[in-house]
């Protein structure tokens, strides 16, 4: 099992910045995958974006390409989500997870595919 802390969630402007980290312990988290999922007020969770135990592979739901960008270190067992360019549609908690398996089958992860989860960081902004 892994344990994720999330931290870096706040309130900003339309158009500001923010970046989330996701601190990862426990089972040997360097080595899954890890992902970064929303959840708005009456909505489902939604994928927002992943990245392979590398880093190398980078994945990211259309409505935030090109303004989030997902990065991990594993020397500090640390997931980050820098987001960009926010609107007020990107106003969610934020989740952090770990994946099931050492690799991730789909380029738009399930919340199923990912077996930990953080408490969640709130985001919002304003316009």
């Known amino acids: 099992q892994v344990q994720l802390v999330e931290s870096g969630g706040g309130l900003v402007q339309a158009g500001g910045s923010l970046r989330l980290s996701c601190a990862a312990s426990g089972r040997t988290s360097s080595s899954y995958p890890m992902g970064w999922f929303r959840q708005a007020p009456g909505k489902e969770r939604e994928f927002v974006a992943a990245?392979?135990?590398?880093?190398?592979?980078?994945y990211y739901a259309d409505s935030v390409k090109g303004r989030f960008t997902i990065s991990r270190d594993n020397a500090k067992n640390t997931v980050y989500l820098q987001m960009n360019s926010l609107k007020p549609e990107d106003t969610a908690d934020y989740y952090c997870?770990?994946?099931?398996?050492?690799?991730?089958?789909?380029?738009?992860?399930?919340?199923?595919?990912?077996?930990?989860w953080g408490q969640g960081t709130q985001v919002t902004v304003s316009s």
């Open positions: 990245i392979n135990w590398s880093g190398g592979s980078t």
């Open positions: 997870a770990a994946a099931r398996a050492y690799y991730l089958t789909t380029p738009v992860p399930r919340p199923t595919d990912f077996g930990s």
